[in-house]
C-alpha cells in the first residue's frame, strides 16, 4: 500500500472535476482520473502529469455497474484503499425543464447520474475508504438544490429545473443519510457547491472558473479528523438546506 494520499475524482477529464483534480495533485497526493470516454481521460491525465501531478486514469461510467466495479477494483490494485473520494461527475440534461413540459426521460437520465451514480460508486469505493485513516467523501452539489433559497422570494436561483435542480436537492438528502449511517466511522461526507461556473455544463455562462469552482471540493477533502459531517457548503460557509 502507498503512503501517499491517494483521491478519486468522478467527471475529471474537464472543468470544475479537472481542477479538483489538479488541486489535489498540487498537494502531493495521488489522483485517479475518472471518465467515460478514454481519449479525453487520458489527455487530462496526460497534462496533470506535465504538471507534476501523480495522475493516473480510471475508466469510470458512474451509470454502469461493472464500470464501477471495475474501477473500484482498479483503484484496489494500484493502492490498496482509497482516501478522498470526489463524486463531480454530473448533467443537466439540457433546458427546458419546466416541470409541465419535461420528458420524463430526461429525470430520469439526470437522477440516474446525479443521484444513483453518487450511490453506485460511493457503495463501491467505500471498503476502500474504510482503510483509510481519514476518509473523506465529497459530494458535488449545487445551490439550486436548496429548497430554503429556492422558496426565499427574490433570490437568485437560476432557471427552473425540475430535473437538475431537484436531482440536487435529492443528492444533498442522499449525503445526510450516508452521513447518519457512518456516523460511528471516521468517514466524513459532505455536500458542496462550486458556484456558477464556466463550464461545458452551462455552455461556459458561468461567472467564475473551474479553478474558483473546485476550492470548496479540496477544503471538504482535506478536513481535519473530527471535521463537520452530513452538511452542505459553499465557499462562504454553510448553506441552508
Not at 473520494?85 to 439540457?94: D, H, K, R, S, Y
Not at 427552473?160 to 443519510?177: G, P, R
Request: glycine share 12%.
Amino acid at each position: 500500500m502507498t503512503e501517499k494520499t491517494i483521491a478519486l475524482v468522478t467527471g475529471a477529464n474537464k472543468g470544475i472535476g479537472y481542477e479538483i483534480a489538479a488541486g489535489l495533485g498540487a498537494l502531493g497526493w495521488s489522483v485517479g482520473v475518472g471518465a467515460r470516454s478514454e481519449g479525453p481521460r487520458e489527455a487530462a491525465v496526460e497534462k496533470l502529469r506535465a504538471a507534476g501531478a501523480d495522475a493516473f486514469g480510471v475508466p469510470l461510467d458512474v451509470t454502469d455497474d461493472a464500470s464501477v466495479t471495475a474501477a473500484a477494483g482498479l483503484v484496489e490494485e494500484r493502492a490498496g484503499r482509497l482516501d478522498v473520494l470526489v463524486n463531480n461527475a454530473g448533467i443537466t440534461g439540457g433546458m427546458p425543464q419546466e416541470p409541465t413540459r419535461v420528458d420524463l426521460d430526461t429525470v430520469r437520465t439526470v437522477v440516474e447520474t446525479n443521484v444513483i451514480g453518487v450511490i453506485r460508486v460511493t457503495n463501491a469505493m467505500l471498503p476502500l475508504l474504510r482503510r483509510s485513516a481519514s476518509p473523506r467523501i465529497v459530494n458535488m452539489s449545487s445551490t439550486v438544490g436548496s429548497l430554503t433559497r429556492q422558496t426565499t422570494p427574490g433570490a437568485q436561483t437560476g432557471p427552473i429545473a425540475v430535473a437538475y435542480a431537484t436531482s440536487k436537492t435529492f443528492l444533498n438528502a442522499v449525503t445526510v443519510q450516508y452521513a447518519k449511517e457512518l456516523h460511528d466511522t471516521d468517514i466524513l461526507i459532505n455536500a458542496g457547491c462550486p458556484g456558477f461556473c464556466a463550464t461545458d455544463l452551462n455552455g461556459f455562462r458561468g461567472v467564475r472558473t473551474p479553478e474558483q469552482g473546485a476550492a470548496i471540493a479540496l477544503r471538504l477533502a482535506t478536513l481535519p479528523d473530527g471535521g463537520p459531517t452530513g452538511a452542505f457548503f459553499d465557499d462562504d460557509g454553510p448553506i441552508p438546506w
